[in-house]
């Protein structure tokens, strides 16, 4: 005997893969396309000039999401890692790795 699958729920959709660029309208509109479309979640890549190495820039740019973002919505995102990241800042940049108005 068999049973198929008729439809899936997905409560809390998730986009592991969203490039943003950088803030400004781009931004702004692709944050608003896909919390229309119901993306309640995302895992970000920012690819910025200059790239996301320093906490500073990191929390920066957090901040300009926050303000093209829907409330409700949680975004996830990313801290390049390379040679001028210092090793002790993806410790120190759990904070800001969660972006959801509170």
Do not use: W
């Not at 920012?46 to 790239?51: D, F, G, K, L, R």
């Not at 500073?56 to 890692?81: F, N, P």
């Not at 210092?86 to 904070?95: G, L, Q, T």
């Amino acid at each position: 005997m068999s049973s198929t699958i008729d439809s899936i729920d997905i409560h809390c959709p998730f986009d592991a893969h969203l490039h943003l660029r950088q803030p400004g309208q781009l931004l702004e509109l692709v944050v608003t396309q896909i919390t229309t479309g119901g993306i309640q979640s995302a895992h970000v890549m920012p690819n910025t000039v200059p790239p996301i190495t320093r906490l500073e820039i990191a929390v920066s740019y957090r901040q300009d999401i926050r303000q093209a973002k829907s409330s409700g919505v949680t975004g996830v995102k990313t801290l390049v890692e390379s040679s001028p990241t210092r090793p002790n800042v993806s410790n120190h940049a759990r904070f800001i790795i969660r972006i959801s108005k509170r």
